[in-house]
């Protein structure tokens, strides 16, 4: 029952590094997305999917790549970190997201991050 | 400017006392949750309403959706330390967008 699982939990780069948050889910869910948590801000959606090969962006994308080649993976990427993406990831996933389906969001544990 | 503002911010409050929790906004939304959110962990689901002026009750922990799908409450009676946590309301706009409150941070002292 692994759920979705993130990796990794903890991880400190330096200005102008790139990375991948991983995130991976076995529960066959269509939907997969990333928010990102500041203190007093909650979460805000980074980029979000609704299927393999399909992907969109949230309030804040500018910074992050996302890429959707299978159901089970959702990675995200930060291709040159800046110090303003110091917060906590999470990766979140639901069996589909429509109007008519008020689907339960599904977490992962969050990606600890500090750009320095 | 966030789109779902919850307040208080923050709420200290001894065992056993009755609390309530508000999430507003001026737009309007197809569905809201409330979600929990533990130090170290994901937010876990609590409820979700659809219906104006709809009421859902889990244990001590009574949800309310305004009548014009707006805004949101989240009473709790006779509070207990293990609802210590992080509260997220979140709610959706559209098919695939759903926006998350400010938080309230709850402590309940022993």
């Known amino acids: 029952n692994a759920g979705v699982t993130q990796t990794p939990k903890f991880q400190v780069l330096k200005t102008g590094q790139s990375m991948t948050l991983q995130c991976a889910q076995d529960?066959?869910?269509?939907?997969m997305s990333w928010y990102r948590q500041d203190p007093g801000m909650g979460l805000r959606l980074i980029h979000y999917?609704?299927?393999?090969?399909?992907?969109d962006q949230g309030e804040v994308p500018n910074g992050y790549n996302v890429s959707r080649s299978t159901t089970e993976d959702f990675p995200l990427r930060l291709l040159s970190a800046a110090p303003s993406q110091t917060s906590v990831y999470f990766c979140?996933?639901?069996?589909?997201?429509?109007?008519?389906?008020?689907?339960?969001?599904?977490f992962g544990e969050g990606s600890r991050l500090t750009v320095l | 400017t966030q789109l779902l503002e919850q307040s208080p911010q923050f709420l200290s409050i001894q065992e056993g006392e009755n609390l309530t929790v508000y999430c507003n906004s001026s737009s309007v939304f197809s569905s809201l949750q409330w979600y929990r959110q533990e130090p170290g962990e994901g937010p876990v689901l609590l409820v979700t309403v659809v219906t104006g002026g709809e009421v859902k009750k889990l244990k001590r922990l009574t949800f309310q959706f305004g009548d014009a799908r707006k805004d949101s409450s989240l009473h709790i009676t006779a509070a207990q330390p293990g609802d210590t946590g992080l509260y997220l309301c979140?709610?959706?706009?559209?098919?695939?967008?759903?926006?998350f409150g400010t938080g309230t941070r709850l402590t309940v002292i022993p």
């Open positions: 979140a709610g959706q706009i559209g098919a695939n967008n759903l926006f």
């Open positions: 529960m066959n869910h269509e939907y």
């Open positions: 979140a996933s639901s069996y589909s997201w429509t109007n008519a389906n008020t689907g339960e969001l599904f």
């Open positions: 999917s609704v299927g393999a090969g399909i992907t």
